[in-house]
Protein backbone atom coordinates (compact mmCIF):
# COMPACT_ATOMS: atom_id res chain seq x y z
CA UNK A 1 0.00 0.00 0.00
CA UNK A 2 0.67 3.36 -0.46
CA UNK A 3 0.31 6.03 1.88
CA UNK A 4 0.02 10.17 0.93
CA UNK A 5 0.25 12.79 3.99
CA UNK A 6 -0.26 16.42 2.74
CA UNK A 7 0.15 19.37 4.73
CA UNK A 8 0.30 23.62 4.00
CA UNK A 9 -2.83 24.56 3.41
CA UNK A 10 -4.52 27.53 5.40
CA UNK A 11 -5.86 30.89 4.87
CA UNK A 12 -4.19 33.46 2.33
CA UNK A 13 -5.55 36.68 1.10
CA UNK A 14 -5.69 37.14 -2.83
CA UNK A 15 -2.13 37.89 -4.08
CA UNK A 16 -0.42 35.13 -1.58
CA UNK A 17 1.47 32.33 -1.78
CA UNK A 18 1.24 28.63 -0.48
CA UNK A 19 3.61 26.14 -0.36
CA UNK A 20 2.20 22.68 -0.37
CA UNK A 21 3.48 19.69 0.59
CA UNK A 22 2.77 15.32 -0.21
CA UNK A 23 5.05 12.79 0.98
CA UNK A 24 4.43 9.38 -0.23
CA UNK A 25 5.73 6.23 2.00
CA UNK A 26 4.80 2.54 1.68
CA UNK A 27 5.58 0.17 -1.61
CA UNK A 28 6.65 2.95 -4.27
CA UNK A 29 7.66 1.86 -7.90
CA UNK A 30 10.66 3.56 -9.31
CA UNK A 31 8.29 5.02 -12.19
CA UNK A 32 5.54 6.97 -11.04
CA UNK A 33 3.73 10.16 -11.38
CA UNK A 34 2.54 12.39 -8.61
CA UNK A 35 0.05 15.32 -9.02
CA UNK A 36 -2.20 17.66 -7.21
CA UNK A 37 -5.85 17.93 -7.65
CA UNK A 38 -8.27 20.25 -5.96
CA UNK A 39 -12.32 20.09 -5.43
CA UNK A 40 -14.27 23.05 -4.47
CA UNK A 41 -17.96 22.93 -3.30
CA UNK A 42 -20.01 21.64 -5.85
CA UNK A 43 -17.74 20.96 -8.82
CA UNK A 44 -15.69 18.02 -10.25
CA UNK A 45 -12.61 17.34 -9.22
CA UNK A 46 -9.82 18.52 -11.60
CA UNK A 47 -5.90 18.10 -12.01
CA UNK A 48 -3.76 21.18 -11.18
CA UNK A 49 -0.23 19.99 -12.07
CA UNK A 50 1.44 16.70 -12.41
CA UNK A 51 4.94 15.29 -12.27
CA UNK A 52 6.74 12.30 -13.58
CA UNK A 53 9.94 10.23 -11.99
CA UNK A 54 12.01 12.20 -13.88
CA UNK A 55 10.48 15.52 -13.70
CA UNK A 56 8.29 16.03 -16.89
CA UNK A 57 5.39 18.43 -15.73
CA UNK A 58 2.22 18.91 -16.57
CA UNK A 59 0.05 22.27 -15.70
CA UNK A 60 -4.06 22.99 -15.75
CA UNK A 61 -4.27 26.36 -18.05
CA UNK A 62 -6.05 28.23 -15.19
CA UNK A 63 -2.65 27.73 -12.80
CA UNK A 64 0.37 28.09 -15.32
CA UNK A 65 2.68 30.59 -14.40
CA UNK A 66 1.36 30.79 -10.89
CA UNK A 67 2.06 27.30 -9.75
CA UNK A 68 5.00 25.06 -9.60
CA UNK A 69 5.36 21.65 -8.84
CA UNK A 70 8.73 19.77 -8.08
CA UNK A 71 9.42 16.31 -6.31
CA UNK A 72 12.02 15.10 -4.17
CA UNK A 73 12.63 11.41 -5.09
CA UNK A 74 15.11 10.87 -2.29
CA UNK A 75 12.26 12.27 0.11
CA UNK A 76 8.84 10.58 -2.54
CA UNK A 77 7.89 13.94 -1.32
CA UNK A 78 5.94 16.50 -4.12
CA UNK A 79 5.45 19.93 -3.29
CA UNK A 80 3.23 22.61 -5.01
CA UNK A 81 4.53 25.89 -5.18
CA UNK A 82 1.51 28.71 -5.52
CA UNK A 83 2.25 32.18 -5.89
CA UNK A 84 -0.53 35.23 -7.03
CA UNK A 85 -3.19 33.55 -5.50
CA UNK A 86 -6.64 33.76 -6.82
CA UNK A 87 -10.32 33.79 -4.72
CA UNK A 88 -11.09 30.98 -7.59
CA UNK A 89 -7.96 28.83 -6.25
CA UNK A 90 -10.12 28.09 -3.22
CA UNK A 91 -10.88 24.08 -3.13
CA UNK A 92 -9.72 21.14 -1.10
CA UNK A 93 -6.48 20.01 -2.78
CA UNK A 94 -5.22 16.15 -2.98
CA UNK A 95 -1.96 14.82 -3.79
CA UNK A 96 -2.30 11.93 -6.19
CA UNK A 97 0.19 9.33 -6.85
CA UNK A 98 -0.04 6.58 -9.97
CA UNK A 99 2.24 3.73 -10.47
CA UNK A 100 1.69 0.80 -12.65
CA UNK A 101 0.73 -2.88 -11.39
CA UNK A 102 -2.13 -4.99 -12.85
CA UNK A 103 -3.70 -1.98 -14.10
CA UNK A 104 -2.40 1.80 -12.65
CA UNK A 105 -3.28 2.09 -9.04
CA UNK A 106 -3.65 5.81 -7.82
CA UNK A 107 -3.57 6.57 -4.33
CA UNK A 108 -4.96 9.90 -2.68
CA UNK A 109 -4.05 11.64 0.05
CA UNK A 110 -6.76 12.75 2.95
CA UNK A 111 -6.79 16.56 1.37
CA UNK A 112 -5.67 20.22 2.38
CA UNK A 113 -8.05 23.05 2.35
CA UNK A 114 -6.80 26.11 0.66
CA UNK A 115 -9.12 29.05 0.86
CA UNK A 116 -8.20 32.76 -0.98
CA UNK A 117 -9.95 35.38 0.78
CA UNK A 118 -10.48 38.41 -1.80
Known amino acids: QVQLVESGGGLVQAGGSLRLSCAASGSIFSFNIMGWYRQAPGKQRELVAS???????NYADSVKGRFTISRDNTKNTVYLQMNSLKPEDTAAYYCKLSQPGVRVYDYWGQGTQVTVSS
Open 51 to 57: ITSRGNT
